[in-house]
């Protein structure tokens, strides 16, 4: 071909689409750097911020949620549907689209449909479909029917002809040495340079049960010499722990934590949700976790973590079991042998996968014939 390859990323709506879809992005873009990648999305979700800010050229078209469950607003999917294809397929047309990669949500259908009727041949523009979470939304079940290659986060996942492939990482997380940054980390956030250390965080919001707990715990923490870092979230600034006295185990309460590879550099031991990049993140880095999934939808999360669970690389606790107790009896144990902490480390690496963004980078590249 004489022209350069275009890609159509879609993935737009949550960080947990956005995110991947940027990994591989870049994966691409080390690859060839005349590729051109288009993103799409909706006006309405965190890829008009998160992807401008990485250099991506986004277009918008009209979001179309589906609905879990038999509802009234499933009678206006169709016309939705539609709507939001006719827009996708002006775009394919505009530029030139040669493959169309998916990560399921608002934006994946129409793309998928689109590319299903766009395109030069009576195939259409061939697909590629990545799903994140062990569960898979309706949006990649219908584009894994229509895909060339459909890659997998998580083995087992029930997804038609699905591959294990991993999750597609940011560089930052995917090339991190945790031992290596561990000094100017903790230096980072102020905590003490040689004591085991805790990493709170419920995503980018925070979450009330780790919250909870986790600042209930402060004093059983500190007396075991055990310090935190608390990514408490931007609207939880009610959440607070009494200032420690100097000398004693550091209780850090940040609103946000921007240096994620930082944070898990500090690391020996997360608390957190079990969100499908959450998970990914950890067990490729190597940090083992304590994973408390979301106790509604689904239960995606708590499908998501337990394969890094039952390889050894991890605890799983039910959000109503979480208390202070529960981490008196269970993380402060483990927070404090050196021993337990290296094998867990070990089993949690193990189960992760650092060069997802570069495997699925090959896939798309041979479907679009290169």
């Known amino acids: ?9 879609a ?26 990648i288009t993103c799409l999305g909706t006006a309405r979700g965190m890829e008009t911020r998160l992807v401008p800010a990485r250099g991506y050229d986004l277009r918008l078209i009209p979001p179309v949620p589906l609905p879990r469950r038999p509802t009234p607003d499933l009678l206006r999917v169709p016309g939705r549907v539609r709507r ?6 002006k775009v394919l047309d505009e530029v030139t689209a040669d493959v169309v990669v998916g990560f399921g949500g608002y934006v994946a259908l129409p793309a998928y449909l689109a590319a299903r009727r766009a395109g030069r041949g009576r195939a259409g523009i061939p697909i590629v479909v990545h799903e994140q979470n062990a569960l898979p939304g309706l949006a990649n079940r219908i584009g894994a029917r229509l895909a060339a290659r459909v890659a997998v986060t998580v083995p087992g996942t029930p997804l038609h002809r699905g591959e294990h492939v991993g999750m597609p ?12 940054l561990r000094a100017q980390a903790r230096s980072e956030f102020g905590l003490d340079a040689d004591r ?9 919001q925070g979450a009330q049960t780790l919250n909870r707990a986790a600042t209930a715990a402060a004093d059983r923490l500190a007396d075991a010499g055990v310090q935190v870092l608390h990514a408490r979230g931007p609207k939880n600034t009610h959440v607070t722990v009494p200032e420690r006295p100097s000398g004693t185990a550091p209780y850090v309460l940040v609103d946000y934590l921007d240096r994620m590879d930082l944070a898990y550099a500090a690391a020996d031991v997360a608390l957190c949700r079990a969100g499908a990049v959450t998970v990914a993140e950890l067990s490729a880095v190597g940090l083992p976790a304590a994973f408390v999934p979301l106790p509604i939808g689904n239960g995606e999360q708590r499908r998501n973590a337990l394969p890094v669970v039952e390889a050894g690389g991890g605890l799983l606790v039910e959000d109503a079991e979480l208390d202070d107790a529960w981490i008196g009896a269970h993380l402060l144990p483990l927070l404090t042998d050196p021993a337990r902490l290296a094998a867990l480390a070990g089993n949690a690496a193990a189960a992760g996968a650092r060069d997802a963004d570069e495997r699925l980078a090959d896939i798309v590249l ?3 014939g290169r």
Do not use: K, N, Q, Y
């Not at 737009?12 to 051109?36: C, F, K, Q, W, Y």
């Not at 990482?169 to 031992?179: E, M, N, S, V």
């Not at 085991?196 to 980018?204: A, C, I, K, R």
């Open 84 to 89: 939001a294809v006719a827009d996708t397929r």
């Open 169 to 180: 990482l940011r560089t930052a997380i995917g090339t991190l040495d945790r031992a290596a």
């Open 366 to 368: 041979e479907v679009a």
């Open 196 to 204: 085991p250390t805790l990493l709170v965080f419920g995503g980018s």
């Open 11 to 36: 993935g737009g709506g949550t960080a947990g689409h956005i995110e991947p879809m940027l990994a591989l992005a870049d994966a691409l873009r080390r690859r060839d750097g005349d590729l051109v």
């Open 1 to 9: 071909m004489s022209r350069p390859l275009s890609v159509v990323l």
